[in-house]
């Protein structure tokens, strides 16, 4: 059963920096597309990047690029969210999600493991 643990939320300035980790485990995930997700109050959950983990191929929604960065470390079988020059409106819950298929989605329902999501909060 794979699973998926996040870390490093917390509460930045807008223009600060955090990096979030996805520590997964489980299963062998060289097949798999990894994503980030979140979820501000009030709105749907969205697709913020993903890494297809045998190719390290990277995708991202347009609001984060050039700001966020997301990698993964085979060894630790961990996914990374380098996330820069924050804004508030970055603020939400982010949610690492595995997708047990190796092509790339932005679809929640393709993604089968979820973890239990990390607060981010942007302050201007």
């Known amino acids: 059963q794979v699973q998926l643990v996040e870390s490093g939320g917390g509460l930045v300035q807008a223009g600060g920096s955090l990096r979030l980790s996805c520590e997964a485990s489980?299963?062998?995930?060289?097949?798999?597309?990894m994503g980030w997700f979140r979820q501000a109050p009030g709105k749907e959950r969205e697709f913020v990047a993903g890494?297809?983990?045998?190719?390290?191929?990277?995708y991202y929604t347009d609001s984060v690029k050039g700001r966020f960065t997301i990698s993964r470390d085979n060894a630790k079988n961990t996914v990374y969210l380098q996330m820069d020059s924050l804004k508030p409106e970055d603020t939400a819950v982010y949610y690492c999600?595995?997708?047990?298929?190796?092509?790339?989605?932005?679809?929640?329902?393709?993604?089968?493991?979820w973890g239990q999501g990390t607060q981010v909060t942007v302050s201007s």
């Open positions: 890494i297809k983990w045998s190719s390290g191929s990277t």
């Open positions: 999600a595995a997708a047990s298929r190796p092509y790339f989605t932005t679809t929640p329902r393709d993604f089968g493991s």
């Open positions: 489980g299963r062998t995930f060289s097949g798999y597309f």
